[in-house]
């Protein structure tokens, strides 16, 4: 365990934050499964919605560090990809 005040303050806030974080990164994939089961289930109308939905997610998700730029282009590439699939079917 911490031997000092700092270092205990430390691990405190650590621990926190990985909480804070957890929680961030399940509603993140959560928004992202919402999207795949819906277009896989054909429902157009709910996936445009759903992928609305998750788009601010992902950024989000970018500037609190929680994923990469480069994944959060290519989880919207993707997940857009199925929504266009989609529509053309």
């Known amino acids: 365990m911490a031997n000092s005040?700092?270092?205990?303050?430390?691990?405190?806030?650590?621990?926190?934050?990985?909480?804070i974080n957890?929680?961030?990164r399940t509603r993140l994939r959560t928004k992202i499964k919402r999207v795949v089961y819906s277009a896989e289930?054909?429902?157009?109308?709910?996936?445009?919605a759903a992928y609305k939905e998750a788009v601010p997610?992902?950024?989000?998700?970018?500037?609190?560090?929680?994923?990469?730029r480069n994944k959060a282009a290519r989880l919207k590439?993707?997940?857009?990809?199925?929504?266009?699939?989609?529509?053309?079917a």
């Open 77 to 88: 590439s993707r997940l857009n990809a199925r929504l266009v699939k989609l529509k053309q």
């Open 5 to 19: 005040a700092q270092a205990l303050k430390r691990a405190k806030q650590a621990e926190r934050n990985r909480q």
């Open 57 to 68: 997610f992902i950024d989000g998700a970018v500037t609190k560090g929680l994923i990469h």
């Open 22 to 24: 957890m929680a961030a």
């Open 41 to 48: 289930e054909g429902n157009i109308e709910g996936t445009e």
